[in-house]
């Protein structure tokens, strides 16, 4: 069973896009409320104060998310409730009445679950185990036991354990003197240690361990990056909202055969697959673990191993969903966790995934709006776009730029003519004797290996 909350007197201030996405995916008449949508600010408009404007839309297309989330961790989904109001309870988050509502159809439909679209408070928590006849568990609970699922290699299932312990950590509830270790002798009678501190002890105890065996497996990723930094070949890493088609638009890239899934979080653990790009140039090319709205910060540093491959990429594609209505605001969420990992500052190429599910005259608006310069409209499903894509990284590559020369080369160094065809495009070739005259656009570092053979204009 699934239960929705929405505070109204929290609701965020939108951007000017996403307001402008979101009035346009409002279907239908709306009616006037006047309530707290008036608060918002002067960036408020009539149109927002409209019910669906703002509130509703944001709010259903959160709790369909949640949908998503939970039928991804398996859940069959027996009722759905929701309630609106001003501010949390302290004790419960949801009011009173709300909470007998709950009970009574938790009781009603067998339901063994009872999943919160909001991260519990330990109290919270406390409370509502107590109360209601089955299992609690709250959002980041949830994101927790997806990530379980789909951590397939050891770094992948350490990082899942330790944000499970440190999400636990808070959480437990000891039972007193009833479970104390009593001592004996002098100085030692009455309360001995609860059993609450002796979870704790062993939890601080485990998380230690798993940062430790994290630390060695970073070590050795490490010397795996150093052995493939020492050859010149930079690493492009896909970030974006988790769904928008990241790992379909890998496998048309690379073929590598990766899951594809609707699911979300289909892909936890990264992979590197190597691309050659229209120049000639070889790249790594990452995938990466999708993100979401209200990521906790402590996955995100659990998952900062992860990663990694973020921070050291050379470039980012950013992938966005463009058939969805609520792309504007995961662009936002996408760049407020870059923010996190202190990368906004490398070079970012957007993309706009699934151009396959636009009318036409939205395809389009995005091809216009390519050759001014706005993101690369692809489908990785139908493999549209792609060629436009390769050529948008090789432009925005700064490390080993692409260089044009001449050269001069004789026809026994076939070696060296071999190397510039395989790795630089050719653009002019004629021979004169036994001279061979060419035109090579290429990296610089293969440019300047032969620059004895360049021709001096």
Do not use: W
Request: charged letters at 25%; a neutral charge.
């Amino acid at each position: 069973m699934l239960v929705a909350v929405e505070f109204t007197g929290q609701r965020r201030r939108l951007t000017a896009a996403a307001r402008l996405a979101r009035d346009a995916a409002a279907v239908g008449p709306v009616a006037d409320e006047e309530s707290s949508y008036a608060n918002e600010g002067p960036s408020a408009t009539e149109g927002e104060i409209k019910r669906g404007a703002v509130g509703d839309l944001d709010f259903d297309a959160s709790l369909a998310e949640f949908k998503e989330l939970a039928q991804s961790a398996g859940a069959q989904i027996a009722a759905t409730l929701v309630q609106r109001r001003a501010k949390p309870d302290a004790a419960t988050l949801v009011g009173q009445g709300k909470l007998d509502e709950i009970v009574g159809v938790a009781a009603s439909t067998g339901a063994s679950v009872v999943l919160f679209d909001h991260d519990l408070t330990p109290s919270q928590l406390r409370n509502l185990d107590a109360k209601l006849p089955c299992r609690v568990i709250d959002r980041t609970q949830l994101i927790l036991d997806i990530f379980a699922r789909h951590a397939r290699t050891r770094e992948g299932q350490l990082q899942v354990e330790l944000a499970q312990l440190e999400y636990q950590l808070p959480r437990l509830a000891g039972r007193g003197k009833a479970m104390s270790q009593l001592g004996g002798g002098i100085g030692t009678r009455g309360p001995g240690e609860t059993q609450l501190e002796t979870d704790r002890r062993k939890i601080n105890l485990r998380i230690d361990h798993v940062k430790e065996q994290l630390e060695s497996v970073r070590q050795i990723r490490r010397q795996q990056r150093q052995r493939r930094e020492s050859v010149p070949v930079p690493v492009v890493a896909l970030v974006g909202y988790t769904n928008a088609g990241k790992s379909t638009l890998f496998n048309a890239l690379t073929e590598a055969g990766v899951l594809e899934s609707s699911k979300m979080f289909a892909t936890l653990d990264p992979k590197l697959k190597q691309l050659q790009l229209p120049s000639r140039r070889k790249i790594l090319l990452s995938d990466t673990v999708g993100f979401i709205r209200n990521l906790p910060h402590t996955l995100v540093n659990s998952f900062r191993a992860t990663l990694e491959e973020v921070e050291r990429a050379e470039a980012l594609l950013h992938v966005r969903d463009a058939s969805s209505a609520m792309v504007d605001e995961q662009k936002v969420q996408v760049e407020k966790v870059l923010g996190e990992l202190d990368v906004k500052g490398k070079p970012v190429i957007e993309v706009m995934n699934k151009i396959d599910l636009l009318p036409p005259e939205e395809r389009a608006r995005l091809a216009g709006g390519q050759q001014r310069g706005g993101p690369v409209a692809v489908s990785g499903l139908m493999k549209m776009g792609l060629n436009e894509l390769l050529a948008a990284i090789d432009e925005a590559l700064l490390v080993d730029p692409l260089v044009e020369a001449s050269f001069r080369v004789p026809q026994s160094e076939g070696a060296l003519l071999a190397a510039l065809e395989a790795g630089a495009v050719v653009r002019e070739k004629s021979f004169e004797g036994n001279l061979v005259f060419l035109t090579a656009r290429g990296p610089a570092s293969l440019i300047d290996r032969y620059r004895r053979f360049r021709e001096k204009n």
